[in-house]
């Protein structure tokens, strides 16, 4: 299944959830996402890779992850147990003014990296991202 982008992550995402996510406004430029998965009936296990980035589509500009929470980094794994929910928030570094169409790639010497493409940019720089598997 390929990563969707949330437009109304109220409908997905709990109330309680979104509360806890206004901690990470962005105030320097930064650019927030927040990963939302959905388990089936199978666990799943993810982490991220310090080589995800932001790619800006018109550009050779390239944003670097500063920071996550609530997921594992590359070498340890985050189990996300069966018909549960888990949101995640990423960090990068700011993209460029003239941006208007990014894309989030992780950059992995293996198969299934996260990678969600045409992401268009909004105001806030904060984006809701969907990564569920089923």
Known sequence: ???????????????????SLENYTSTEGQVIVHGYCKTGVSDMYIRIWPTTYLYD??????????????????PSWTLVPAHTEFVFTLIFSPLPKSC?????????????????????????DVYYLDFSTE
């Open 1 to 19: 299944m390929t990563p969707a982008i949330i437009e109304k992550p109220k409908t997905i995402i709990s109330a309680d959830t979104l509360k």
């Open 57 to 74: 589509q018109h550009s050779d500009h390239r944003c670097d992850l500063l920071y996550f929470e609530k997921i594992s980094g590359f």
């Open 100 to 124: 208007i169409l990014f894309d989030l790639k992780e950059v992995i010497p293996q198969s299934n990296g996260f990678s969600v493409p045409n992401i268009l940019r909004n105001l806030s």
